[in-house]
Structure formats: C-alpha cells, structure tokens
C-alpha cells in the first residue's frame, strides 16, 4: 500500500480530470505529468496498488486520512465505477461537466451527485443522509458490512434486495433498486435539507 498526503484542492483536481470511467489515480497522473504508459506487467501491479491506495487529505490544518477502497463493497454491481468518480467543488460545476453529462446510466448520474454533495457540504450531508429515508426502510447508511454479517437473515435478505452501492470516496452507501422518479425524490429531499437553493434543487429533473 502506497500513502502520500495532497492538499483536498489537489484530490478534487485529480479526479477532475478524468477522461473515461476506469482510470486509475496512476493513470491520470501519467497523462497529466505526460509520462509514457506502464509496461503491461508494470500496469497491472499498479493497478493493485491503485485498488488500495490511501491519500491523506489535510482539510485546514487537520489531517484526515481517505482510503479511497474502505467503502462497503457493492453487491452486484456491473455498473460499480471505482476510483475515477467525477468529484468537483460544486453541484454547480457537476452540472456542467462533460463526464456527468455525457453519462447515460441514471444510477452513476446519481452516484456522482451524491459525492459531490458530500464534498461540498459534508457536515450538513451526514445530518441529511440520517433523516432522509422511506416509509419503511433507510436510504442511506454506514457499515454496510456489518449490517450483511447479521443473524437475521430476514433483513439482510431485504437489505441485498435494495441493491446498496457505495456512494464513492465517502463512508456511506445508498439503495439503488429505486426507480429514477424515486432516485429524484431521494436527492431533492437531501438537497432541501441541505441547505441548496431552489434553483439547483428544481435542475435535479432536468439532470437525472
């Protein structure tokens, strides 16, 4: 496992500049520094090293560690994007952004809203992601191993069928089984708690 500490300005740059889903870190520092492509043996040991790398995010003068990979692991998920999830500064910049556009899979689309949510308004996405569920059942949550190593088969076998998937380079996962009139209820209700204007919350139809 490889550690090296950026400043967040640096992490959101990074990830920035992706060109397709599926680049690793090492991949877009080689195509931004313009440093020739590993040697195919050399590329898949990166690779490994990639899928575990940490970066130490220093927000302020407090340092946060970040393991990139130390989300709860998708289950069944053919559409899990990986390292290089679109992450900018703002709901604002997603909107205009080539990648989030150019997406056509509404549960990525969703995916990377959710990141960029919690990136710009961490503090006020943790207290939104508690309070915003269905009738009966959570849409967000935390832990999602332990919650799948329960006795109670009853629940975990509800909770597999709501297709969780990690929300990527944040702690928490969130159902995806939802439809995408549902997915836009679920991220205006985070948005309104939030503390977006309406502005942005009213796009959500337009975007997803």
């Not at 599926?22 to 080689?30: C, D, F, K, M, N």
């Not at 040697?39 to 575990?52: L, Y």
């Not at 949550?141 to 929300?167: C, F, H, M």
């Not at 309406?198 to 337009?206: N, Q, S, Y």
Request: glycine share 2%; proline share 6%.
């Amino acid at each position: 496992m490889k550690k090296i500490e950026i400043e967040d300005d640096l992490y959101k740059y990074i990830l920035a500049n992706i060109e397709a889903f599926g680049e690793t870190p090492s991949q877009i520092l080689r195509r931004l520094l313009l440093l020739p492509n590993a040697a195919p043996s050399e590329q898949k040991s990166t690779e490994t090293q990639d899928e575990s790398v940490t970066i130490t995010i220093p927000p302020a003068s407090q340092v946060v560690s970040v393991d990139l990979q130390d989300s709860p692991p998708a289950i069944d998920s053919p559409l899990h994007i990986g390292v290089s999830d679109t992450v900018v500064q703002s709901v604002t910049a997603l909107f205009a952004n080539p990648v989030f556009k150019n997406e056509s899979v509404v549960t990525n689309k969703f995916k990377m809203l959710l990141t960029t949510m919690y990136y710009e308004k961490k503090a006020a996405f943790i207290v939104a992601a508690n309070t915003t569920k269905g009738r009966t059942r959570d849409y967000f949550g935390q832990n999602l191993n332990a919650l799948l190593a329960s006795d109670n088969e009853e629940e975990v076998a509800l909770l597999k069928a709501s297709k969780p998937r990690d929300i990527p380079h944040t702690p928490f996962w969130v159902i995806t089984n939802a439809n995408t009139g549902r997915k836009r209820i679920i991220l205006t209700q985070m948005m309104a708690s939030m503390g977006y204007p309406e502005h942005l919350i009213e796009r959500i139809k337009e975007e997803i």
